[in-house]
């Protein structure tokens, strides 16, 4: 069986254990304070573009939209998301158990729209009963989205200006950040720590064993995140470990890499797909592809290949879910794409 | 400089790397619900006697002490824990932050007794107005303690006996396990799962990258704990990497061996600190040791030795903290053992 | 200016007020256990044949859904409710801020069904990932809805039956139960008691000053209610406050008859709006009316009387609420129909 | 029997009554926005010499302490407390309930010192690892105390100082207001305003059925206060209740008034207490008496007269805790003391 269903189904990157290894008998210090999170911190900077950016580490992708969302909000506040975020369908309210509501705007493609968060806004100050409602206090969005879109330039850019003359926080879910980098190059890290007042480039779906580095381009924003961090249970003791793994994603256009490569193979598969006549739920071009597949076919590929199923749309439609990512070889995508013909 | 400061500075054990290594182009589901995880977990219902135990793998300490608390409690009860208990002094708040109160017992040492539990609950439920008051809910124990004591066989029976009289689960906090099975060998591991209504079998101090094992002896005490684990961000997507090591840990008498090592080289220190006539401020007989020591004394040691300042005591005396782990090596006590002899 | 925005706009029945003065300077213990309280308690456990019931008095609605609520729910699980609820729309994250989510169906009329129970709870529970998402706890209605609409017996009792089978604990918002008891008289008090395994007589709408008692049942269900209450900040020092209004209120039919009042008069609105050729949003029987008005007629009426603007349906027509309650007299409905007439 | 337990045994002034009985069929918008509750707040402003306070009613104390303490923390921070505090000890874990740790300072006589806050702040931020603690965010108060003390201008002067050089709000729980402003006049309600960051005048203990009003002097601190009491269930759908509560209360220095007499009522009481040659636990000028009983003059009084039994000295010796209050009558009085006389 040939694994499609997710982008975390391997190790790490063969470099990163490399580090470990190499480094495991230097004596650090605890909590993200050893001098390999600090090198990892200027890498970030550096293709951030963002010289006093706060950078700091967690472990895993809900663990950190709940600790900065609790850290941004006050507790009369809710966060805007689209339906489809992660954080309103996916982590088992993690959110709410830091007492405030995911405010869901609805969605197509998994994006939501400046205008959607300049209506929300509005109908909630317009109010004359404003304060039996939740306030919009941030906005959280996810680039790429959980249906494989991306943010155009210009989007992201009204988005961020919607947020700012609003004065709504915009935080940037990057659990899959490479993948979304490379979907839409014009999106770059520079850009978007220009636009976002907080944003996370995931380590755990791009090569790292686990790992989410979170960038505060002004400080000033959230000045005692290292307490929101330990008080959610996400500082890891041995923070060094994080701060490797990034120390080597960061470098030498690593990250970056990883992310075109799981994009070009995911291309090739959705060609495939096309080519075959299937139709796409989404328009995905980062390394999810959500291709609609009649019965026949999914028995098909699933005796060979696993995926996930999405969505039943009738008794034989059905939308699933393929997933590459920095681990994808070749010889897999071939084979797929061999079975693809034959469906 | 070697650093003693702490029993979480080095990486992993080799065979845990090693483990890490081979088996890191393996495909696995994610989530804790692979393979690995399975073989763990049976491994560790086997040194616990307890066959029908579930078994959870988290991160890390504060994470897991959280969840379990969180997960056990109503929102009117509060968890009994001695005043030095980790929860109660070093988490930032986050057992408060999932509603709870921490009702703290006076302690000498580090334990809290059988007596005590009684004495509070009665004290609350004799109150004419107890409703007024946070109901005790559960006891929280730490063994080995933050101050390195052990609970007796007796004195564990005697703290069960009591919760289980007056409904109260007992949770042993185990982030030191290894230490206190080797410090205290009549309290095993199947003694604990029999006494504890659960506890946590620590890896990130005992020579895993990270990792903590919760066992819950009987599974009905806490049947959607997955829930609480992913709602509280302490679900790693890569579970894998938790079983791997706890396979590697709990396999062969390793885990023991790494506590009873770290436990003789912290015996030998002791030694030699006792022979030139220093007190120790907590009876310890485990990997941490609370040494008494003049002000020019420290400053020696510190020239070459790095350890935590727990405590002054007058203009002169201080307590430090010295800590042994599983990576401590034989030449790194015989230079500190050298440098103590010349105090 | 005749107002009818609201069925909170006067103070108490005058048999209450009377009732308060004669009692003023009795001596009694405080938070409920005064013998006031105890005699009410008795009335509503007869009204009800509950002769075991637990109940509790609080002093407004949010206050009680959000301490009932939290009393119910586990931390991973969250509230079902229409996305009209109370709790769902107007209570600024009331329930969320104890964390839990509320899990919203979609309704046209303000009530949900049985068979949308029952999916949901067959979602969660058939989903691979259930762990991952918010787990129903429990079901929450209101009767008369947000919409003035009210449940039949047999969909109650189709409700209450697939609740039970659930293992989902249904609970009765009942802020305005006077009027739905009016409305729909086949579904007494009694049958709620049988078929809710906690609701509350709203007190605040229907005559009291403030007040809302929660009947439960079957004691066993919330042991340690009390707790919650004061925990929650609801437990009012003066508690005789709340037992004198409600032994007002339940003695000789009061609370009925107030209740049949409203909805005599606003069936008398309804009648003549309806003859002047105006639709409604929601077809309500209860003291709430939604007629949908042109412009030209909102600002005419607007001139003598208030009402709520719900909704613009275009740029002429919008949804208003009219609301009667127990202190409305034949002369302002008199009024009233006279303008309307007009229209 | 003749209660003297506690200062809320009775209803409410017979003014306060009368003018709820002469507003009754007033129509009136809710939740706090009508004219009674827009003049009470002027009284206030007045009185407390603070002409842009916000002023805010609610019901009950421990909802006001939540709300407040909820509305000014951050996730991280806990609130500094005497041990004796209320919010420690007699709110069921209501700020716990909102996330919040209670940092208890050790107490004597129930207050604390400028000296123990600049010490608590010190030795936080001092700390190396201050992150893995709660950072203290904010400082309560009562005046009078929970054992009836009251500060002084002196103290109170320096613990404000303190707090404003340290970053930390004042709160001062004012549920007794009107007995610290009669035994200790030269703290007046301006001299509070000028001192303290929020604090509140309390209304049940004081005459009113119920209610507390919140006093923000300086109302950029809390700008959506509102939405706070709207979340913790706070706001009263006919806040009316509450306006004209207080607008009796603070009209010709009634509100004083009633806190000279009842002082006067304990200072008879104490006299005579004194006078037989019993001790005090505690040195209290204000309405609350703490006297130490032998067990045959505790029995003797219970046959006649209801008070609290506060702790037990030894196996003769008790304190107990006698009220007086608004309401109190020279006769039950005079009937007390001529007990105490034959004590």
Same mark, same amino acid.
């Given at each position: 069986?040939?694994?499609?269903?997710?982008?975390?189904?391997?190790?790490?990157?063969?470099?990163?254990? +490399?580090?470990?290894?190499?480094?495991?008998?230097?004596?650090?210090?605890?909590?993200?304070?050893?001098?390999?999170?600090?090198?990892?911190?200027?890498?970030?900077?550096?293709?951030? +573009?963002?010289?006093?950016?706060?950078?700091?580490?967690?472990?895993?992708?809900?663990? $950190?939209?709940? $600790?900065?969302?609790?850290?941004?909000?006050?507790?009369?506040?809710?966060?805007?998301?689209?339906?489809?975020?992660?954080?309103?369908?996916?982590?088992?309210?993690?959110?709410?158990?830091?007492?405030?509501?995911?405010?869901?705007?609805?969605?197509?493609?998994?994006?939501?729209?400046?205008?959607?968060?300049?209506?929300?806004?509005?109908?909630?100050?317009?109010?004359?009963?404003?304060?039996?409602?939740? #306030?919009?206090?941030?906005?959280?969005?996810?680039?790429?989205?959980?249906?494989?879109? $991306?943010?155009?330039?210009?989007?992201?850019?009204?988005?961020?200006?919607?947020?700012?003359?609003?004065?709504?926080?915009?935080?940037?879910?990057?659990?899959?950040?490479?993948?979304?980098?490379?979907?839409?190059?014009?999106?770059?890290?520079?850009?978007?720590?220009?636009?976002?007042?907080?944003?996370?480039?995931?380590?755990?779906?791009?090569?790292?064993?686990?790992?989410?580095?979170?960038?505060?381009?002004?400080?000033?924003?959230?000045?005692?995140?290292?307490?929101?961090?330990?008080?959610?249970?996400?500082?890891?003791?041995?923070?060094?470990?994080?701060?490797?793994?990034?120390?080597?994603?960061?470098?030498?256009?690593?990250?970056?890499?990883?992310?075109?490569?799981?994009?070009?193979?995911?291309?090739?598969?959705?060609?495939?797909?096309?080519? #075959?006549?299937?139709?796409?739920?989404?328009?995905?071009?980062?390394? #999810?592809?959500?291709?609609?597949?009649?019965?026949?076919?999914?028995?098909?590929?699933?005796?060979?290949?696993?995926?996930?199923?999405?969505?039943?749309?009738?008794?034989?439609?059905?939308?699933?879910?393929?997933?590459?990512?920095?681990? $994808?070889?070749?010889?897999?995508?071939?084979?797929?794409?061999?079975?693809?013909?034959?469906?």
């Amino acid at each position: 069986m040939l694994r499609f269903e997710s982008d975390y189904l391997e190790g790490a990157h063969p470099a990163i254990l +490399e580090a470990l290894v190499d480094s495991n008998f230097e004596q650090a210090p605890g909590y993200g304070t050893d001098p390999h999170c600090e090198r990892a911190r200027d890498l970030i900077r550096g293709l951030c +573009e963002a010289p006093v950016a706060q950078v700091h580490f967690l472990v895993g992708g809900t663990q $950190t939209n709940q $600790t900065v969302i609790a850290a941004l909000l006050r507790p009369h506040q809710g966060v805007v998301s689209a339906t489809s975020g992660h954080i309103y369908t996916n982590e088992s309210g993690a959110i709410e158990a830091t007492g405030h509501k995911v405010l869901a705007l609805p969605t197509e493609d998994g994006k939501i729209t400046a205008e959607q968060v300049r209506k929300i806004h509005a109908d909630h100050f317009d109010s004359p009963i404003a304060e039996h409602k939740v #306030q919009p206090g941030m906005v959280y969005i996810s680039h790429p989205s959980e249906t494989g879109t $991306t943010y155009s330039l210009e989007e992201l850019t009204e988005l961020s200006r919607a947020c700012r003359e609003l004065g709504l926080p915009l935080f940037m879910d990057g659990a899959r950040m490479a993948y979304g980098l490379a979907a839409r190059p014009e999106v770059s890290l520079s850009q978007i720590a220009r636009l976002c007042d907080v944003f996370y480039i995931g380590g755990t779906k791009v090569g790292a064993l686990f790992g989410e580095a979170v960038v505060i381009p002004n400080p000033a924003l959230m000045p005692d995140f290292r307490y929101h961090i330990k008080q959610r249970g996400g500082m890891l003791a041995k923070g060094r470990l994080l701060g490797i793994q990034f120390e080597v994603l960061m470098a030498d256009g690593l990250y970056e890499r990883l992310g075109r490569r799981a994009v070009e193979q995911a291309g090739r598969i959705r060609a495939a797909l096309a080519e #075959q006549g299937f139709g796409f739920r989404y328009d995905s071009l980062s390394n #999810q592809l959500f291709p609609i597949l009649p019965k026949a076919a999914r028995e098909s590929l699933g005796r060979e290949f696993s995926f996930s199923l999405l969505q039943r749309l009738d008794d034989d439609l059905a939308v699933i879910r393929i997933c590459t990512s920095w681990a $994808t070889t070749d010889e897999a995508v071939d084979r797929l794409i061999a079975h693809i013909k034959q469906l």
